[in-house]
């Protein structure tokens, strides 16, 4: 049995009029994003979810209670709070007894959403396996492996090693699905030159892939890449320029764990004097209208 849940007042009605809807992680918020960026991204990627015709569930812990949906307030209040714990699969516990906030990864999202009932999660990019160490491997990756719940981002991000992620994937029969593209997106740019076996024309044939292989019987997630629009892509040559100096800056630094991937990102915005910041919004709204599209699908 899953633990107690708490759902917004507007979850709570769509999932008692059997709406649509689509998990947010919190991560970006507590962690991802400078303030206010945090909560004015929340807001809009909420919105955009709602004008699509779906409800938005962000998802987080706050004094230890398990939330599926957040008010404005609590919103407001988790972009602005300090101390607020990241939490994957193995947190759960520590920050629920500890009645601690926390903020969800994509592994926690994913295990939420699944506990909630909840099958469509957008993101911005998964974790994957890191550069030069090929067992330094997210809690994403096995999290797809195991827990039924379809995730739309815009691939890995381009921090990770991408070949040895989608190796991974495929080996563990997790189903990585292009929409509208043949190709696996390298997060702030939409070309990796690694081509993928699947890809979906519309969020109707998305859908209908991800149903059918629940209904096969095949546990485990799906993973959904939708690529950056073309108008916020970054040049790929000068980002993997720009990745190689901060990941050279984070071993010289001794930066690991969880530090890493916020050290990264915050060093890749400076060098390109905001740009991946900016494409970092633009994908994850893109993410989250494709989100709810496909789960509006789902829900036909």
Known sequence: ????????????????????????ESTVIAHGLPRPLNLNLAQRMEELVRKCGATPATIAILNGQIKVGLTPDELNYLANADHVV?????????????????????????????????????????GGVHRGDGSDISADLPELSRTSVAVVCAG??????????????????????????????????????LKLEACADDAKEAAQMIKTKWEMGLEGGVLIVNPIPKKDSLDPAKMAIAISHAISDSQVNGIS???????????????????????NIALLENNARVAAMIAVEMNR
């Open 86 to 126: 990241k939490v994957s699969r193995r947190d759960f516990p520590i920050v629920a007894t500890r009645k601690q906030d926390g903020a969800t990864t994509v592994a926690g999202t994913m295990i939420v959403a699944a506990w909630a009932g909840i099958k469509v999660f957008a993101t911005g990019g998964i």
């Open 257 to 279: 764990g969880k530090q890493l991937t916020p050290f990264l990102l915050a060093k890749l915005s400076e060098a390109t004097k905001g740009e991946s910041l900016k494409a």
């Open 1 to 24: 049995m899953p633990p107690p849940l708490f759902f917004s007042p507007e979850v709570a009605d769509a999932i008692g009029r059997r709406q649509p809807l689509v998990a947010l």
């Open 156 to 193: 890995a991000k381009s921090i990770l090693d991408l070949p040895a992620t989608l190796e991974w994937l495929e080996t563990a029969g997790v189903p990585v699905i292009g929409y509208q593209t043949d190709e696996f997106p390298a997060f702030y740019s939409r070309s990796s030159g």
